[in-house]
């Protein structure tokens, strides 16, 4: 990886990972986006119109040739998960385990406000009906993505979920991700990617119920109808390509550090990895295991080409300077490898996931640990949150007033609406006084 240490060096490589894949900035690339934007648009009223017929055909084109199943029939998600491999179904359920184990502590509590018996005002928290969340099923498949999603939803109480995944080549589902989802109660599943299963799950078909939330990562196409899609349901987040930030003093292993940006290198040609160091002598040794490493990994073309276009060793003058600069990237996944890691733990304040020492890499979370692995990207860190109970809930007032607090309050709220010009918000609250 490019080893840069010039300020101005440095801002423009965040401003290209932050609008990779399209990015947080909409107009950027924009003849490129406008003709993705006008492909999704059209697969979306396609769809619309369409319907079933839409979607299939579109799975024809752009998934397979022929599809086992449309819907997957719920006695075959029963035997995925009965015939798939002990073990892997065991390490899932003790992944399983853990994740309820966290997201459950994130359960809200209605809650209500007296005034004595004159004023009682409330919050209610309500789970949504239905939620859609799509695994993809591109250059991997991820059924840990099945877990990550279904299970807050079901915390939250979620009634039904439905969920969509690309078929493999052949046309058949993916096994694993059959066994997943069995595993965590979804209700039922689609073989159908891309724009036009976001598409049916926001609007609806004979078959695909409409849902009120659509969860989970996908491609640029995804991505785009999510966006476009916004509105007529919710979304969790538009998210965009995997990331990891490494901060590291002298003392970090080259060895560990190499592993870790390479772990999420592999993800796609996209992904971005970055290590912020104060030592010039630990950015060329990583270099040198980054290159011993790449010899042997499965998915080195994958992993080459991100690191190449979107991967950097930046040189810090101190961890302090480390730290601003891992706040302005807000980066997705956040390792810190120092000698004392949880004193950067309350300064890191823009990160989607925080991994704390060296036995804290990131696969570590996106598996096993326990907190969500949805995170936000693209910068988005500074504003978006994790995926979690929270997602999957929707939250209402209630408010009730005695003809006593009512009338106590009546003059300020007159003296406002008509401030505002609005008469008829003060002539309803006269007309009450006027009895």
Known sequence: MRIIKNKSEIDDFIVNINIRGGGIFENTNNENNEAIKQIVTDIINDVVKRKDEAVKEYTLKFDCVNTQYYRVPDEVLSQALQEADKDFINALKRCKINIEAFHEKQKNENYTVRQGNDIILKQRITPLERVGIYVPGGTAAYPSSVLMNAIPAKIAGVKEIIMATPPQKDGTPNPDILAAAKLCGVDKVFLCGGAQAIAALATGTEEIPRVDKIV??????????????????????????????????????????????????????????????????????????????????????????????????????????????????????????????????????????????????????????????????????????????????????SIYYSKNAFEAAADDIMLIAQREGLGAHANSIKVRCEN
């Open 216 to 397: 989970g990562p996908g491609n640029i196409y995804v991505a785009t109808a999510k966006r476009l899609l916004y509105g007529i349901i919710d979304i969790d987040m538009i998210a965009g390509p995997s990331e990891i930030l490494i901060i590291a003093d002298e003392k970090a292993s080259p060895r560990y550090i190499a592993a870790d940006l390479l772990s999420q290198a592999e993800h796609d040609t996209l992904a971005s990895a970055v290590l912020i160091t104060t030592s010039k002598e630990l950015a060329e040794d990583v270099n040198k295991e980054l290159s011993e490493q790449l010899k042997t990994l499965p998915r080195k073309s994958i992993a080459e080409e991100s690191l190449s276009n979107y991967g950097a060793v930046i040189i810090a003058d101190d961890l302090e300077d480390a730290v601003e600069l891992a706040n302005g990237i807000s980066p997705e996944h956040c390792e810190v490898l120092i000698i004392n890691p949880f004193e950067l733990e309350d300064k890191l304040i823009n990160v989607g996931s925080l991994f704390l020492g060296e036995y804290a890499p990131e696969p570590l979370g996106d598996y096993f640990a326990g907190p969500n692995h949805v995170l936000p990207t693209n910068g988005t860190a500074r504003f978006f949150s994790p995926l979690g109970v929270d997602s999957f809930i929707k939250k209402s007032n």
